[in-house]
């Protein structure tokens, strides 16, 4: 069956970096856009990033552009979100989530169970 | 990239319906049929209960129903049962290829 699994959360310090991974399996994940989301303590979502099949083409929530990075390693099933910079904003629940199957493809199903990020000194 | 609007709750009886709205611009649910929603129990995963503004994936039940008009789309659910009692969130595509969420609506079962 199709399961993302998070990982790479941790406590961090302020202007530090931190890399989270999502490992994909059940699927053909060298076709899939992929997306990352998060959601800080009892805060709603927010959307993050998303990254082309292919890895050719990003995009990013204002929130996090230029500190943020996204990427994909297709050989590993592998979907990565490389934080540098980090603040205290930036302390939430990161979740991973695969694009939808069909019509638009605009819409994000499955997703992982999430992993914890703690910006904090 | 300003979340979308929704009411923070709404509440209804059991067997009751209510309507979640999700307010957005011309440069998101307004320009594009491309809004779904999110159903999120505490502690949990967000699930996928509506996509493409009105199509429901399969195992999801037929109590759920989603439209849109202009730069407003709607989740209604009907025969309302104590299991739906969770965070809905809306979310939708847009014009800068982005997407967006909703700031969420906790929906009560009485």
């Known amino acids: 069956q199709v399961q993302l699994v998070e990982s790479g959360g941790g406590v961090v310090q302020p202007g530090r970096s931190l890399r989270l991974s999502c490992a994909a399996s059940?699927?053909?994940?060298?076709?899939?856009?992929m997306h990352w989301v998060r959601q800080a303590p009892d805060k709603g979502l927010e959307w993050v990033a998303v990254i082309s099949y292919d890895g050719s083409t990003k995009y990013y929530a204002d929130s996090v552009k230029g500190r943020f990075t996204i990427s994909r390693d297709s050989s590993k099933n592998t979907l990565y979100l490389e934080m540098n910079s980090l603040k205290a904003e930036d302390t939430a629940v990161y979740y991973c989530?695969?694009?939808?199957?069909?019509?638009?493809?605009?819409?994000?199903?499955?997703w992982g169970q999430g992993t914890l990020v703690t910006v904090s000194s | 990239q300003s979340a979308l609007t929704q009411p923070a709750s709404v509440s209804g009886s059991p067997g009751q319906s209510i309507t979640i709205s999700c307010t957005g611009t011309s440069s998101d649910v307004g320009d594009y049929n491309s809004v779904s929603w999110y159903q999120q129990h505490p502690g949990k995963a967000p699930k996928l209960m509506i996509y493409?503004?009105?199509n429901r994936p399969s195992g999801v039940s037929n109590r759920f129903s989603g439209s849109k008009s202009d730069n407003t789309a709607s989740l209604t659910i009907s025969g309302l049962q104590a299991e739906d009692e969770a965070d809905y969130y809306c979310?939708?595509?847009?014009?800068?290829?982005?997407?967006?969420f909703g700031t969420g609506t906790k929906v009560t079962v009485l």
């Open positions: 989530a695969r694009r939808g199957e069909s019509g638009s493809y605009r819409w994000l199903d499955p």
């Open positions: 979310n939708s595509y847009t014009s800068s290829s982005t997407y967006v």
């Open positions: 493409d503004v009105s």
């Open positions: 059940g699927f053909t994940f060298s076709s899939y856009t």
